[in-house]
C-alpha cells in the first residue's frame, strides 16, 4: 500500500480524493498497490467538504502528517506559498515522495525544491500547477528529453482568455467581461493576479524551468495586464487578420548554455490562422518550438478544479508506481538547473500595433511617420478610422515592420510628448 | 551500459542515431548509464546512410541482434508487418524491451504484441506510431491513467491534410495538389494508403486501443479518402463556416465496457472556430474529450524522420530507465485490453452537408427536401447556387440538423435515382 498525506482539502484536493476513489481498481493495477490517503491536513475539520473524509484521519497537526514514518507520498494542494515552502521541504527531508500543484510556491522556490529533492533522492512532480488537466509538465519533462526547446508560447490565463474572447466575441467593455467572468466563477472578486498578468508570470517561470534547464526562482518577468485593452483594439486586429490574446512568451536567444532568455507576459496580436488565435474562453494553450521536433501544442482547460485534480492524480501514480519500484529519484535525478540571464525586454524584436489618438492637423501624419522613421522603425500598413478635426481625436492605427522594442518605446515616447496627440500611445506587440 | 539492437536504419533510424549522439550526455544523466547502439540490422550494408555506423556492428542477420543476449532493447524502425512482427515477438520472448514506430505492424497486431509484452513482463513503448513528435500516446496511456476518456478525433494524415489545405488556401484541384504535395516529399508516388484514408485508419486503431482499453487487432475502420472533395466543397463549407478536414473519429457510444465504438475515418465539416479547423499544411492534431479532463488538444508536426525519431528517442529514454532500475513491464502491466464491438456507421448521428446537382425543374426542391423529410432529415439550410435550366444542372447545397447516418444514406439513395440529378449526391458529415 502507498500511503499519502494530503496537505489542503479544498476543492482541489476533494477532487483528488474522488477521482482516487472512482479509479481505484486501475490505479491498483498500474501501482501495483492501492493508494490509501492516510492523513489530511486541513484548517478546519468541522467544515463540509466535496469528499468525505474518515474523521480520525483528518488533522489540523501539520507535523502529524510530515512526522507520520508511514506515509510516502505528500500531495501539497493546500495553495499559497508559506507554510507550504516549509511542509514540502520537511517532507523532502524526510525521505517522502512530493506532489504539488503550487505555481506560485514554484514559481518563487521551484529551483531551490528541485535541488533539495534531487539531493534527497526523492521525486518533485507538479503537473497540476500549470494549465490544469493539460500535461505540459509531463511533456516538456520526459518527452522532449531528447530535443532542445527554442522557444514556448502559451494561453495560461484562463480568466484573462475569457475576458478577452468576449470582449471580442461578445462586444463587451474590458469592465463588463469581468463582471461577468466574476458572475460566472471564473474570476475572482479582485481579479488582479489574473488579469494583471502575474498568474501567467508565475506559470511562465514554472515552465521555463524545464523548458530551458534554467534556475528561475524569483525571477522577474516583464509583465502586462490586459486591462488597457479597448474593444476598439479587437476591432483593429480583426481588420489586420489578427486576434487580440495575452501571451507569456519564453525565448531562448541564440544557443548553448549562456544564450540569455526572453520572458514576458502581455497582450499581443496572434494571426488569426494560428491554432493559439483559436484557443477561446477558459481554455488554455503552450505552444513548444522544439529544435528536432518543430512546433507542438497541447491545450485544454487550463483551470478548474476538476482537471487540475486530474494532473494531481496522474502525478501521484507516477510517484508511487516508481515508489513501490524503489526507483523513487529518478524524475528529478536529471533535472539540473542552471543560470541564464535575463535578457532585457529593450532587446525583443517584433513587429508592433500602435494606435494613436491624433488630432487632424496638417502635417500630423508626416510628424508621426518621422518619429518612427528616425528610429528605423518601419510602417507597414496605417489606417486612420474616419476624420477628426483639429480639436476631436480621430484614431490612426499603425502596424509596423519587426523592430527593436527599444526604437518603438522611444518613438512613442516622442509621440506621446507631441501636441498633436490626445492621450498616450497603445501599444501591442505582435506574436 | 543501455545495449540497443536497431532494427532498420532508414531516415528515421538515422535520426535516431543522431539524436542520441548529439544528447548523449543528457541521456547518461537521465538515464544514469549511457546508451550504446551495438547493432544494426541493414537490408544493405554498403548503402550510404545518414548517419555514419561502425561497419562491424552492422549486420544483415536478424538473429545476430535479436540472438544476442548482450541487446537489453530492441528499436524497430523498418516498417511493414512482415518480418517486422515476426522480430518484435522473438525479441519479447526473449526478454527484451521493445521500441517501435510500426502503426501498421500495431494496427493489426498491437494487441497480440502488448499481450506478449505483459506476459514476458517487459516494456513495449510505440510513441512514434502515431502524430510524429506529438506526444499523444504518452498522454493516452500516462497522464490520462485516472480519467476516462469519451471520444477523441484527429487530423492525423499530414499527407491529406496538406492536400485539403492548398486545395482550399491556395484554389488547387485535388490532383495538382497531390501533384505538390509528392514535388514536396509530403506524399508517396503511390499516395493512395494516405489521401484513401487507410493510414489514419492504421493510427486510430492505434489511440484507441489506448484510449478506450479495446483489443482491435485489425478492426475494420469505416474509411472514406479526400479524393471526392472538390473545390466547390471548400467554398460552400466556407459560406456556412466551416473548413473541410480529413478526420479520424473514435467515440464510445455509451458508458460502461460493454458499450460499442464507433471508428471512423473521412472528410468532416469542421466549425472554423474549432481548433482543428485551423491545423493546416501537414501538421497534425489530436483532440481527446475525458470524462473529467474535458477537451484536450495535442497538435504538431505529424510526419517527417526528424519528430518521428524524436519520440522513437523518448521512448527508448523511458524504457532505459526501466531497465536499469531493473523496474521494466510496469509500461505494459496496467494495460489490459477487452473486447468492444465496434458501431455500424448506420448508428452514427451527425448533422450533414449534401452536395446535389440538380436540373432546375419546377417542383424539384419540394421533391428533394420530401425525401429528406420522409426520413426525419429535417434541413437547417439549404442554398442554390445560381440558376439552372431544365437541362443544365446547377448545384443544390444542403445542411440538415442531426439526423441518423441510415436515414441521410436512404434518402440520398432515392434522390440519386431520381431523374432531376445529374450524378450521385456528395455528402461530408459536419464534426
Not at 463540509?48 to 494542494?77: M, N, Y
Not at 521525486?123 to 505540459?136: K, N, T
Amino acid at each position: 500500500m502507498i500511503k499519502v498525506g494530503l496537505l489542503g482539502c479544498g476543492t482541489v484536493g476533494g477532487g483528488v480524493v474522488q477521482l482516487l476513489r472512482a479509479n481505484a481498481s486501475y490505479i491498483e493495477a498500474r501501482v501495483g498497490a492501492p493508494i490509501d490517503i492516510a492523513r489530511v491536513l486541513v484548517r478546519d475539520p468541522n467544515k463540509e467538504r466535496v469528499a468525505e473524509l474518515d474523521r480520525d484521519r483528518v488533522t489540523t497537526d501539520a507535523a502529524a502528517v510530515l512526522g507520520d514514518p508511514s506515509i510516502d507520498v505528500v500531495v501539497e494542494v493546500m495553495g499559497g506559498v508559506e507554510p507550504a515552502r516549509e511542509h514540502l521541504a520537511a517532507a523532502i527531508a524526510a525521505g517522502k515522495q512530493v506532489v504539488t500543484a503550487n505555481k506560485m510556491l514554484l514559481a518563487l522556490h521551484g529551483g531551490e525544491l528541485l535541488e533539495r529533492a534531487r539531493k534527497r533522492g526523492v521525486d518533485l512532480a507538479f503537473e497540476g500547477a500549470v494549465g490544469g488537466g493539460i500535461p505540459v509538465i509531463r511533456v516538456l519533462r520526459d518527452s522532449l528529453a531528447s530535443d532542445t526547446i527554442a522557444s514556448l508560447s502559451g494561453i495560461i490565463n484562463g480568466t484573462s482568455n475569457y475576458v478577452l474572447t468576449r470582449m471580442r466575441q461578445g462586444g463587451l467593455s474590458f469592465e463588463a467581461a469581468v463582471k461577468e467572468a466574476q458572475e460566472k466563477g471564473y474570476a475572482e472578486a479582485d481579479p488582479t493576479l489574473d488579469v494583471g498578468g502575474g498568474d501567467a508570470a508565475h506559470k511562465l517561470v514554472v515552465l521555463s524551468m524545464l523548458a530551458f534547464g534554467a534556475r528561475l526562482d524569483g525571477a522577474r518577468v516583464s509583465t502586462e495586464g490586459i486591462d488597457a485593452v479597448e474593444p476598439v483594439d479587437h476591432a483593429f486586429a480583426e481588420r489586420f487578420g489578427f486576434v487580440v490574446k495575452q501571451l507569456a512568451v519564453a525565448k531562448l536567444k541564440g544557443e548553448g548554455p549562456s544564450a540569455p532568455l526572453e520572458l514576458r507576459v502581455h497582450p499581443a496580436l496572434v494571426a488569426e490562422d494560428d491554432p493559439l488565435a483559436n484557443i477561446n474562453g477558459v481554455l488554455n494553450a503552450v505552444a513548444i518550438e522544439g529544435r528536432a521536433l518543430g512546433p507542438c501544442l497541447l491545450s485544454g482547460r487550463g483551470a478548474g478544479d476538476m482537471p487540475t485534480a486530474v494532473s494531481v492524480v496522474a502525478d501521484l501514480v507516477d510517484v508511487a508506481i516508481a515508489k513501490k519500484s524503489g526507483v523513487s529519484g529518478n524524475m528529478t535525478r536529471a533535472i539540473r538547473l542552471g543560470d541564464r540571464h535575463l535578457a532585457p525586454m529593450a532587446d525583443v524584436e517584433a513587429r508592433y500595433y500602435v494606435r494613436l489618438s491624433v488630432f487632424d492637423r496638417p502635417g500630423v501624419l508626416a510628424k508621426i511617420t518621422g518619429s518612427l522613421g528616425e528610429r528605423a522603425v518601419s510602417i507597414e500598413q496605417l489606417v486612420q478610422q474616419g476624420r477628426g478635426t483639429a480639436d476631436v481625436p480621430v484614431d490612426v492605427v499603425i502596424l509596423t515592420h519587426e523592430a527593436k522594442e527599444a526604437a518603438i518605446q522611444g518613438a512613442l515616447e516622442a509621440i506621446g510628448k507631441s501636441d498633436y496627440v490626445a492621450r498616450a500611445p497603445r501599444m501591442i506587440r505582435v506574436h
